[in-house]
């Protein structure tokens, strides 16, 4: 079983709606949960990063965490087409500084 | 403030040859973490250093390597590449923050090795 679990996708949504991108890890020791965007061709981004159980909100993002459910989920308000991107959710472990990453989800934002 | 900075950004090698991948972090941060990212498997964690010592390790062979000097640069070295070592090589930079929370990791813009 891999630390973090995604679907691939694609996930296709209409410019203007929200997108929902969903991410689960295996071990309940996980501290630290992260979303990174990754253009094709290019390094992933920090989007943000989620610590305590609830929701975190910046800017048209926003990070969920459900430690007991062992998800994480990122909700993107009024979706633009430069959104379009693979979505990486990860972890890191008991905060060791080292990251287990999921093999990521695939956006389309149709204009 | 400067990002972090990976040289070279592409490169071909011949299988058994070997190769040396450079990284410069965001100032001020002490700890580099690199890794390797394929179509099939995804990103994967290679190996962290911070002050100079490898703190964390992945599941890699003992052909890849790295090091740290004291101004927090790394250096990442594979040995005797084999075609499936093709990917980008990322370099990651983070405050320490060990055990505390608030590793936040920024990548590089990567290397991208092609063995043939």
């Known amino acids: 079983q891999k630390e973090v679990e995604q679907n691939s996708g694609p996930l296709s949504v209409p410019e203007g709606a929200i997108a929902s991108l969903n991410c689960t890890y295996s071990?309940?020791?996980?501290?630290?949960f992260f979303w990174y965007r990754q253009y094709s061709g290019k390094s992933p981004e920090l989007i943000m990063f989620i610590y305590s159980n609830g929701d975190k909100e910046d800017g048209r993002f926003t990070a969920q965490l459900n430690k007991a459910s062992q998800y994480v989920s990122l909700l993107i308000r009024d979706s633009q087409p430069s959104d379009s991107a693979t979505y990486l959710c990860?972890?890191?472990?008991?905060?060791?500084?080292?990251?287990?990453f999921g093999s990521g989800t695939k956006l389309n934002v149709k204009p | 403030k400067a990002g972090v900075t990976q040289t070279p950004r592409y490169l071909i090698k011949t299988r058994g040859q070997q190769v040396t991948l450079s990284c410069s972090p965001i100032s001020g941060h002490r700890s580099v973490s690199w890794y390797q990212q394929t179509p099939g498997q995804g990103l994967q964690f290679l190996f962290e250093?911070?002050?100079?010592?490898?703190?964390n390790k992945g599941n890699f062979p003992g052909r890849f390597s790295g090091r740290q000097f004291s101004n927090s640069r790394s250096e990442m070295n594979v040995s005797t590449l084999e075609l499936g070592d093709s990917a980008l090589y990322l370099c990651a930079s983070s405050l320490d923050a060990t055990g505390l929370g608030g590793n936040t990791i920024y990548f590089g813009e990567g290397s991208w090795l092609t063995v043939v």
């Open positions: 071990d309940r020791g996980s501290q630290s």
């Open positions: 250093y911070f002050s100079e010592t490898q703190r």
């Open positions: 990860a972890v890191d472990l008991y905060n060791f500084n080292k990251f287990y």
